[in-house]
């Protein structure tokens, strides 16, 4: 078994492209840090709890880029003998917990609004929303949101588009950016339900707010965590990116005394692991293993666009049973 750690760029240049990714997380963790103290800052003006699950998000941010900072600086790594295949599950492990944080935050506050929701509906008084500074602070956030998603999203593509560090993170700003500016024009318009016959509801819009946005939002950490899940559990990759690659290296292998009896792609953040099973039809030494490797893996990155991690099996035998 041959196997190799190839990461498809210059040193200098993969140095660049972290220092990239860091100063970008950098800017998130103080954006978010802000977004956090207004969110939390205009809740106690305005007494607003869908304004509150707003701070908490941006809080989650700024939680979730201290870790991220400290993983993209390790997923660089080399193996080693504390970690043999590498660091870049850490990136997968971080998307997972990050997701699970946020649906536990948006299970919690969609918790409390049902409550609020059905202590209106037992006739008990529900205090009354403060709109004085939901529009300053509404538009301010939704500014510095998509700001970020535009710094994470640009990063990321300077940088190869292979991180889902910065993937995640501009994913999350423009979500934030969209509870802001969504919650901060229904409430505004609360008045404008006193006069029609849903005035009976304007006492709890901010309740149903929280409801409603809480459901839109899950979508997006419910399917990070989902992806991330499958990705640290060691699932394969996509059927149509394993055709691809098994089609790729049939063309590579074909005039060689080599016949593909198989192969695995996984991908673990932003790394795809290939293990491909061949079946020599003379010797080889050690030598000609590598030299074949190192085309495969050069064509398996060329087709995939990323950093790949690899391993060359020679064995006689498929390594799973046909169907």
């Excluded at 409603?212 to 640290?232: D, G, I, K, M």
Aim: hydrophobic residues 50%; neutral net charge.
């Amino acid at each position: 078994m041959a196997s190799a750690d190839v990461s498809g760029e210059h040193p200098i240049r993969t140095d660049h492209h972290r220092l990239i990714e860091q100063r970008s997380l950098r800017i998130g963790v103080i954006a978010s840090a802000l977004m956090a103290v207004a969110g939390l800052w205009v809740h106690v003006l305005s007494g607003s709890y869908a304004l509150l699950l707003d701070g908490l998000y941006s809080a989650v941010m700024v939680g979730s880029g201290l870790v991220a900072a400290r993983i993209s600086r390790n997923v660089v790594r080399p193996p080693d003998r504390a970690y043999p295949y590498g660091y870049d599950g850490q990136e997968a492990l971080y998307v997972l917990f990050r997701s699970l944080v946020l649906i536990g935050v948006l299970t919690f506050a969609a918790a409390a609004g049902l409550a609020t929701v059905i202590d209106y509906a037992k006739g008990q008084t529900i205090p009354e929303v403060v709109l004085g500074p939901v529009a300053l602070y509404s538009v301010g956030m939704v500014v510095i949101c998509w700001g970020l998603a535009w710094c994470h999203d640009r990063d990321w593509r300077r940088t190869g588009a292979q991180s889902q560090l910065l993937l995640t993170e501009a994913r999350a700003a423009r979500v934030d950016g969209l509870i802001s500016g969504l919650t901060g024009l229904a409430l505004l318009s609360t008045p404008l339900l006193r006069e029609t016959p849903l005035a009976v509801l304007t006492p709890i819009t901010d309740s149903l707010l929280v409801l409603v946005v809480s459901a839109v939002v899950l979508r997006e950490p419910l399917q990070a965590f989902l992806t991330a899940l499958s990705q640290t559990a060691g699932a394969s990759a996509e059927s149509d990116t394993v055709r691809s690659t098994r089609a790729a290296l049939e063309d590579l292998l074909a005039g060689l005394s080599c016949w593909l009896l198989d192969l695995t792609v996984m991908q673990v953040g932003r790394t795809a692991f290939v293990v491909v099973y061949l079946n020599p039809s003379q010797p080889m030494d050690g030598a000609a293993i590598d030299l074949l490797r190192l085309r495969i893996e050069e064509r398996c990155r060329q087709l995939m666009t990323r950093p790949v991690r690899s391993e060359v099996i020679l064995t006689a035998t498929p390594p799973f049973p046909v169907h």
